[in-house]
């Protein structure tokens, strides 16, 4: 799996003074819209994982942000994005095997903390072998302020009893979110060739260059092999070094 540029919860130097309480989550049923509430500790995530966008966005003429859909392989359906720096970590989802669902904008969070009654609202959930990923996207020069970083410290806290994770994604480092994006372009399986594919993922070509793999396949058609082969990377059928830019020297290797 690809690694964002993600900051830890345990930097953020503002911490809520005393516990966070009165817990709630809030939710809309992604059969017909109701809004649901229920303690954080009852909440299921059978609910949360059909769950509608907590928010609607619109656009707009000179708005700073760029929203979207973007079709996600692992849902089979669109997800929505708020920016450009959301749909990365969106991609990098999409990509990860480890993530069996990704939910934008999951639950509106409540809770008591210092005397004050605090919202916020994730931008993905992220249902995954290991335990559920709750995600905040924010550029790094955001991350120093106070609201923000109280916001992510009191966030952490309460998702922690659950026993899920929150992560902070900023800005990817590296090569690693460049080649995943392009890799996002062969992501569909129906516009693939799929005796290409059946060739492709049957024949051994561990240990030999991406080049190799489409000059031993090409059969007159190496465009085709060649998204085929971009195709079974994103799956990760085969893999390769990510942490530079793809190439046709690129090894590639069985999982």
């Known amino acids: 799996m690809p690694v964002s540029a993600v900051a830890s919860p345990d930097r953020v130097s503002t911490r809520a003074k005393s ?10 049923s992604g059969n017909d819209g109701t809004e649901l509430t229920r303690p954080l500790s009852e909440v299921a995530l059978d609910d949360l994982q059909e769950a509608a966008p907590w928010r609607t966005f619109r656009w707009r003429k000179g708005q700073r942000h ?16 708020e920016s450009r720096l959301e749909l990365a970590r969106l991609m990098l989802a999409d990509y990860d095997a480890n993530v069996n669902r990704i939910v934008a904008q999951p639950f509106l969070l409540r809770a008591t903390v210092d005397g004050q009654q605090r919202r916020h609202v994730p931008d993905y959930l992220l249902i995954t072998d290991e335990r559920p990923v709750v995600v905040d996207v924010k550029p790094k020069r955001r991350l120093s302020n106070p609201t923000v970083a109280g916001t992510f410290a009191w966030t952490a806290d309460v998702l922690r009893t659950r026993g899920w994770q929150h992560e902070v994604a900023t800005e990817p480092n590296g090569p690693e979110s460049d080649n995943v994006a392009f890799l996002a ?5 129906w516009l693939i060739d799929q005796e290409l594919l059946s060739e492709l993922a049957e024949r051994d070509r561990d240990g030999r260059t991406f080049g190799y793999a489409v000059r031993a396949t090409a059969h007159g058609r190496p465009a085709a092999v060649r998204a085929a082969l971009l195709h079974l990377l994103w799956r990760q059928v085969y893999t390769v070094d990510l942490t530079r830019p793809l190439a046709e020297t690129h090894l590639l290797e069985r999982p």
């Open 19 to 28: 516990g966070p309480r009165d817990v709630r989550v809030s939710f809309r």
């Open 66 to 81: 760029f929203s979207g859909t973007y079709w996600s392989a692992t849902d089979r359906d669109h997800v929505i994005y």
């Open 185 to 189: 372009g062969y992501r569909r399986p």
